[in-house]
T-cell receptor, first 112, second 115 residues
Framework: DAKTTQPTSMDCAEGRAANLPCNHSTISGNEYVYWYRQIHSQGPQYIIHGLKNNETNEMASLIITEDRKSSTLILPHATLRDTAVYYCIVRVANSGNTPLVFGKGTRLSVIA | DTGVSQNPRHKITKRGQNVTFRCDPISEHNRLYWYRQTLGQGPEFLTY????????KSRLLSDRFSAERPKGSFSTLEIQRTEQGDSAMYLCASSSGGTTYNEQFFGPGTRLTVL
């Protein structure tokens, strides 16, 4: 799987949008971008994934650049409960359910 | 609660002892994964099962580690002759089968401390 690069940490004011970037410059055409997050003392939780079109669900939006070399996860109105480590993962589509390869992620701190 | 459960949540043991962890996946999920996570790092894959078959093992899974899923339901992870370097959070995840992506649901983990 392609590697990803994320900032080590970010801060965000409560109620504001949190924009978490991810670089995946070596992504292949058949690889998706996935986001998981891990709240302290819990297991990781799936957020969203996409191939090339922007995606939105009840948790977040995913914006993927046209060249697919980078993406941004957007939490539109961050709350204190969104404080967590966010992982950007790139993996091959139709790879079944092969294991996830996590990096170190971005530690997001939402500040009141 | 119908999520993934793991027991125990915490385990403290002395070096050289054997420990066993249990994971109960979401009902009817045929895929089950074990990951290990050390402080400040993301989870690292250890092994995974499809039903009762162990399909892949990471190089991290030394000979002292063994995992089973005897009836394709719950799974156990045993560490023999524990070492201080085995101290970590052990995470279990499950997913439904198929060739397209199905999200992995993680349990709360078992935190192992080897003294």
């Amino acid at each position: 799987d392609a590697k990803t690069t994320q900032p080590t940490s970010m801060d965000c004011a409560e109620g504001r949008a949190a924009n978490l970037p991810c670089n995946h410059s070596t992504i292949s055409g058949n690889e998706y971008v996935y986001w998981y997050r891990q709240i302290h003392s819990q297991g990781p939780q799936y957020i969203i994934h996409g191939l090339k079109n922007n995606e939105t669900n009840e948790m977040a939006s995913l914006i993927i650049t046209e060249d697919r070399k980078s993406s941004t996860l957007i939490l539109p109105h961050a709350t204190l409960r969104d404080t967590a480590v966010y992982y950007c993962i790139v993996r091959v589509a139709n790879s079944g359910n092969t294991p996830l390869v996590f990096g170190k992620g971005t530690r997001l701190s939402v500040i009141a | 609660d119908t999520g993934v459960s793991q027991n125990p949540r915490h385990k403290i043991t002395k070096r050289g002892q054997n420990v066993t962890f249990r994971c109960d996946p979401i009902s009817e999920h045929n895929r089950l994964y074990w990951y290990r996570q050390t402080l400040g790092q993301g989870p690292e894959f250890l092994t995974y099962f499809q039903n009762e078959a162990q399909l892949e093992k990471s190089r991290l899974l030394s000979d002292r580690f063994s995992a089973e899923r005897p009836k394709g339901s719950f799974s156990t992870l045993e560490i023999q002759r524990t070492e201080q370097g085995d101290s970590a959070m052990y995470l279990c995840a499950s997913s439904s089968g198929g060739t397209t992506y199905n999200e992995q649901f993680f349990g709360p983990g078992t935190r192992l401390t080897v003294l």
